[in-house]
T-cell receptor, first 115, second 112 residues
Framework: AQKITQTQPGMFVQEKEAVTLDCTYDTSDQSYGLFWYKQPSSGEMIFLIYQGSYDEQNATEGRYSLNFQKARKSANLVISASQLGDSAMYFCAMREGQTGNQFYFGTGTSLTVIP | DAMVIQNPRYQVTQFGKPVTLSCSQTLNHNVMYWYQQKSSQAPKLLFHYYDKDFNNEADTPDNFQSRRPNTSFCFLDIRSPGLGDTAMYLC???????????FGDGTRLSIL
């Protein structure tokens, strides 16, 4: 079974609108971490936001927020007020296990912001 | 200022010719990771070091080796590259292994 599932290969959003990128995960561990990364066409991976499995509140970092629904095992990324520079690949990732040795990426969602 | 630096940014090498990719960090992080990312795919973890402790992923080919001579540097050695090893190679660090990883800009490796 896939550890991280991103069902949207590509998404389009109008500039200044909000967009939600979906991520579901599969784990039987009680302690895990969820991450979102942005990868522009230049290739570097940029950390955006983190949610720990024991965090009760949804994580927020500027225009990024993580909609964490533990019972559904989903960790969707919400980008508010989209900008042209947000066009990139977005990867959801999970750190699993007490020692954090297991780290899994989803297949990514390509986001295009339309002027 | 770049905190995880990978050299070179682009590398072209011949089939079967050994190649070494370099990663250095100024963050003094305990953990360093190497990922392989093929075109339009997710990054795949090859191995990581927790300090000097080496952890190899079960499906990482024997052709891939790594060295970490000190906290700041980590190398990826590909002993006999094949055409299928053409990919982006990403180095990342984290303070401890449950913290967000900070990535370098990657090395795009092409095997001819």
């Amino acid at each position: 079974a896939q550890k991280i599932t991103q069902t949207q290969p590509g998404m389009f959003v109008q500039e200044k609108e909000a967009v939600t990128l979906d991520c579901t995960y599969d784990t039987s561990d009680q302690s895990y971490g969820l991450f979102w990364y942005k990868q522009p066409s230049s290739g570097e991976m940029i950390f955006l936001i983190y949610q720990g499995s024991y965090d009760e509140q949804n994580a927020t970092e500027g225009r990024y927020s993580l909609n964490f629904q533990k019972a559904r095992k989903s960790a969707n990324l919400v980008i508010s007020a989209s900008q042209l520079g947000d066009s990139a690949m977005y990867f959801c990732a999970m750190r699993e296990g007490q020692t954090g040795n297991q780290f899994y990426f989803g297949t990514g969602t390509s986001l295009t912001v339309i002027p | 200022d770049a905190m995880v630096i990978q050299n070179p940014r682009y590398q072209v090498t011949q089939f079967g010719k050994p190649v070494t990719l370099s990663c250095s960090q100024t963050l003094n992080h305990n953990v360093m990771y190497w990922y392989q990312q093929k075109s339009s795919q997710a990054p795949k973890l090859l191995f990581h070091y927790y300090d000097k402790d080496f952890n190899n992923e079960a499906d990482t080919p024997d052709n891939f080796q790594s060295r970490r001579p000190n906290t700041s540097f980590c190398f990826l050695d590909i002993r006999s590259p094949g055409l299928g090893d053409t990919a982006m190679y990403l180095c990342a660090t984290s303070r401890v292994d449950d913290q967000p990883q900070h990535f370098g800009d990657g090395t795009r490796l092409s095997i001819l």
